[in-house]
């Protein structure tokens, strides 16, 4: 058991460490966690109901995971490719539309949650 919660707490150093990564490397990570802050601080301040609170919460992450995602794909296509090679930018491109698709879709959540509140 012991060893369990010391693979455990590895596994988990190592998700820590990559996040801290993208964070440090990408820029626009850093700005969907001030974008996720702030929407943080207008939920409390519009007192979203438990229902809100939580399409906000999975909004949010669901974009911030995209990010990870994008980066490590980005990272990835980098290594197996350092060179320019057309096939390796159709990759990133593709995986960058995934992070707009998620940013439109919080975007679309974020305005129906607090656009009602502001008119």
Same mark, same amino acid.
């Given at each position: 058991?012991?060893?369990? +919660?010391?693979?455990?707490?590895?596994?988990?150093?190592?998700?820590?460490?990559? @996040?801290?990564?993208?964070?440090?490397?990408?820029?626009?990570?850093?700005?969907?966690?001030?974008?996720?802050?702030?929407?943080?601080?207008?939920?409390?301040?519009?007192?979203?109901?438990?229902?809100?609170?939580?399409? @906000?919460?999975?909004? +949010?992450?669901?974009?911030?995971?995209?990010?990870?995602?994008?980066?490590? @794909?980005?990272?990835? +296509?980098?290594? +197996?490719?350092?060179?320019?090679?057309?096939?390796?930018?159709?990759?990133?491109?593709?995986?960058?539309?995934?992070?707009?698709?998620?940013?439109?879709?919080?975007?679309?959540?974020?305005? @129906?949650?607090?656009?009602?509140?502001?008119?």
């Amino acid at each position: 058991m012991g060893h369990n +919660v010391s693979r455990l707490r590895k596994s988990f150093g190592f998700a820590f460490k990559g @996040i801290r990564v993208v964070f440090a490397t990408q820029q626009n990570f850093r700005i969907h966690v001030v974008a996720g802050c702030i929407v943080g601080v207008c939920g409390i301040f519009a007192k979203l109901t438990s229902a809100e609170w939580s399409i @906000i919460t999975i909004s +949010v992450f669901l974009v911030l995971s995209m990010e990870v995602m994008n980066s490590a @794909i980005e990272k990835m +296509v980098d290594f +197996v490719s350092p060179g320019f090679h057309e096939q390796a930018g159709l990759i990133k491109d593709i995986s960058a539309g995934a992070v707009l698709l998620s940013a439109m879709a919080a975007a679309i959540a974020g305005l @129906i949650i607090f656009l009602p509140r502001i008119l």
